[in-house]
């Protein structure tokens, strides 16, 4: 089950596809879904988390947090969207394309991809990008 939480942010309309859209992209990794919370927040919120479980003083769009137990996935996602619709502009990007990629993200690392390597992040980024486009097609 995928849900969606709101701290010290308004909360905002999620598309009625997304969870399944996600739910799909885990048995596309031949996972299966279990308990997912998506925390959307603000930068403060989040830079408290970062600094408080991981000991980093910084701004980030994500963290995850894996409780991920054999192929059931789970875990909590810390979302910051003031720093997607940054990321978006920076990116020259539309905020909902940046969205959903942060959101496969989060979900990509549950299902063991990391991003510290550049190939690591590049292959983040294709397993990302093919996500996206299949949800264009809901």
Same mark, same amino acid.
């Given at each position: 089950?995928?849900?969606?939480?709101?701290?010290?942010?308004?909360?905002?309309?999620?598309?009625?596809?997304?969870?399944?859209?996600?739910?799909?992209?885990?048995? =596309?990794?031949?996972?299966?879904?279990?308990?997912?919370?998506?925390?959307?927040?603000?930068?403060?919120?989040?830079?408290?988390?970062?600094?408080?479980?991981?000991?980093?003083?910084y701004?980030?769009?994500i963290?995850?947090?894996?409780y991920?137990?054999?192929?059931?996935? =789970?875990?909590?996602?810390?979302?910051?969207?003031?720093?997607?619709?940054?990321?978006?502009?920076?990116?020259?990007?539309?905020?909902?394309?940046?969205?959903?990629?942060?959101?496969?993200?989060?979900?990509?690392?549950?299902?063991?991809? %990391?991003?510290?390597?550049?190939?690591? %992040?590049?292959?983040?980024?294709?397993?990302?990008?093919?996500?996206?486009?299949?949800? %264009?097609?809901?």
């Amino acid at each position: 089950m995928i849900n969606y939480f709101f701290e010290n942010i308004d909360s905002r309309d999620i598309h009625p596809d997304t969870s399944k859209w996600l739910e799909n992209l885990i048995i =596309s990794e031949n996972k299966k879904p279990g308990e997912i919370n998506y925390i959307f927040c603000d930068d403060d919120y989040l830079l408290k988390v970062n600094q408080d479980y991981l000991d980093h003083d910084y701004y980030t769009d994500i963290i995850t947090f894996d409780y991920v137990k054999g192929k059931t996935i =789970s875990g909590d996602i810390f979302v910051s969207l003031p720093r997607i619709l940054d990321n978006a502009s920076t990116l020259f990007q539309n905020f909902e394309s940046e969205f959903n990629r942060v959101l496969a993200h989060g979900i990509l690392h549950l299902c063991g991809y %990391k991003d510290k390597t550049e190939e690591e %992040k590049s292959q983040m980024r294709a397993k990302e990008d093919f996500y996206i486009n299949q949800f %264009k097609n809901f």
